[in-house]
């Protein structure tokens, strides 16, 4: 088990240091004939609001040759409508659910804190901050949540802008640090020629956020976890992040196109992967093979793995 939260009154404890980003399998409800939840540490809900906000007009998604421009405009119901329809799901949901919530007003950190605070599905929040946020409004925002719930309060910071708030937002009282959110940028719309704005998800990202997980691991408080998101397309760009001081990892655009990969990720983190027997036929093993598959399929659950397998 690994603590990703600060220690406080509620821990976040995860059996899996690899989780799904805000914005990348929804609220929970789908992937599940593509991914196998359980093997994740968490999952982190499509981002809400208190009040309900629209889908963004025009041009959603821009093809990019080194990754993909998302312009959504954060559509939700609002939080309480978005509660209730998922509670139960979140509820019986085979790993910890996360409710990712954007940063609008104080007032609304603490309507939202407080209506968390009451739901036994969720087990933390994480507040996603906008770009160009100053220092002094993020901290008054990380405040205002963490004083209205007694859950841990997970920041995800913008990445270009991280490095100036990150001790505010800690000194806020941040449970832990995502790194980052996904950029933003602007590209032209191939079918409409038009140039559209929106957040970039890119391997090429992986770099910079693990320079910047780096850069706050040795400012920052180390009771304060550093969890490394962005980019992450393989088994070891994931164990990158560890390895510059993160103590788990979100996994984003990988899941859309590879869900296989991003849940190999989560195994291989975790242990959990099957390594191949010198004796192994060409269809006794595959590179996304783990655990439980193997003795399902070549041994009893309750008897020893056979050697070879970790």
């Known amino acids: 088990?690994?603590?990703?939260?600060?220690?406080?009154?509620?821990?976040?404890?995860?059996?899996?240091?690899?989780?799904?980003?805000?914005?990348?399998?929804?609220?929970?409800?789908h992937y599940h004939d593509l991914l196998k939840l359980s093997k994740f540490g968490a999952l982190v809900t499509n981002p809400v609001t208190l009040h309900?906000?629209?889908?963004?007009?025009?041009?959603?998604?821009?093809?990019?040759?080194?990754?993909v421009l998302v312009h959504t405009g954060f559509p939700n119901r609002g939080a309480a409508a978005v509660i209730k329809e998922f509670r139960a799901l979140w509820q019986n949901a085979p790993l910890p659910i996360i409710l990712h919530v954007i940063a609008t007003k104080v007032d609304h950190m603490r309507a939202l804190g407080e209506?968390?605070?009451?739901?036994?599905?969720?087990?933390?929040?994480?507040?996603?901050?906008r770009d160009?946020?100053?220092?002094?409004?993020?901290?008054?925002?990380?405040q205002a949540l963490v004083r209205s719930t007694d859950k841990p309060v997970i920041v995800r910071l913008p990445l270009f802008d991280a490095y100036e708030?990150?001790?505010?937002?800690?000194?806020?009282?941040?449970?832990a640090l995502v790194v980052a959110g996904p950029p933003r940028g602007t590209a032209r719309d191939p079918h409409s020629g038009r140039l559209v704005s929106g957040r970039l998800y890119s391997p090429l990202i992986h770099p910079m956020a693990l320079r910047m997980v780096g850069v706050?691991?040795?400012?920052?408080?180390?009771?304060?976890?550093?969890?490394?998101?962005?980019?992450?397309?393989?088994?070891?760009?994931?164990?990158?992040?560890?390895?510059?001081?993160?103590?788990?990892?979100?996994?984003?655009?990988?899941?859309?196109?590879?869900?296989?990969?991003a849940e190999r990720i989560a195994r291989d983190?975790?242990?959990?992967?099957?390594t191949r027997m010198v004796d192994a036929m060409p269809d006794e093993w595959h590179p996304d093979m783990g655990d439980t598959e193997f003795l399902a399929l070549f041994g009893d659950e309750d008897e020893p793995a056979p050697p070879g397998v970790r």
């Open 165 to 175: 708030i990150a001790e505010a937002c800690a000194d806020g009282g941040a449970g």
């Open 132 to 142: 160009d946020i100053s220092a002094e409004t993020a901290g008054d925002f990380v």
């Open 216 to 261: 706050l691991r040795r400012r920052i408080a180390l009771e304060v976890p550093i969890i490394g998101a962005g980019g992450i397309h393989s088994p070891q760009q994931a164990r990158d992040f560890l390895d510059a001081g993160a103590v788990a990892v979100q996994i984003d655009s990988l899941t859309w196109i590879q869900p296989n990969m």
């Open 269 to 274: 983190l975790s242990g959990n992967l099957t």
């Open 1 to 29: 088990m690994i603590e990703v939260t600060r220690p406080a009154k509620h821990v976040l404890t995860l059996r899996s240091p690899v989780m799904l980003a805000a914005g990348i399998v929804g609220f929970g409800a």
């Open 52 to 67: 309900e906000w629209s889908p963004t007009r025009g041009t959603r998604v821009v093809p990019l040759e080194s990754g």
């Open 115 to 129: 209506m968390i605070d009451a739901e036994d599905g969720l087990s933390a929040v994480e507040l996603g901050l």
